[in-house]
């Protein structure tokens, strides 16, 4: 099923994470554009994808929608177009202080 409204109510939600305040009380951010989208998944972060519709990635334990392209507009803060967003999770502090220490 490819979601085409930006009415939306899960589009619309989505598209809050462009607002710090969304970010921080959802403990999720926006990735765009295939490069991000690849590390946050190779890194374990990635929650969920829209891709355009007609567009081929795949990814494993990640949900994945199929999105026209107004409502990937609506999602993207971004000047150029993209074919790809992700929903990824905060990174915990822990995790990132363990990193560190390394």
């Known amino acids: ?20 305040k ?6 999720k951010f926006l990735v765009e554009g295939d490069h991000l989208v690849n ?6 972060y ?4 829209f891709i355009l519709d007609g567009a081929n990635y795949s990814f494993d334990n990640v949900n994945i929608n199929y999105v026209s392209e107004e409502v990937l507009k609506k999602l993207s803060d971004q000047i150029s177009s993209t ?20």
Not at 1 to 20: D, H
Not at 22 to 27: G, P
Not at 91 to 96: A, G, R, T, V, Y
């Open 1 to 20: 099923m490819v979601i085409t409204s930006t009415s939306n109510e899960r589009i619309k939600n989505i598209a809050k994470l462009q607002i710090k």
């Open 39 to 44: 590390e946050a998944y190779e890194s374990g």
């Open 22 to 27: 969304y970010r921080d009380e959802e403990r």
């Open 46 to 49: 990635l929650e969920e994808v």
């Open 83 to 102: 074919d790809i967003i992700g929903v990824c999770k905060f990174i915990d502090i822990k995790e990132l202080n363990y990193y560190l220490i390394l």
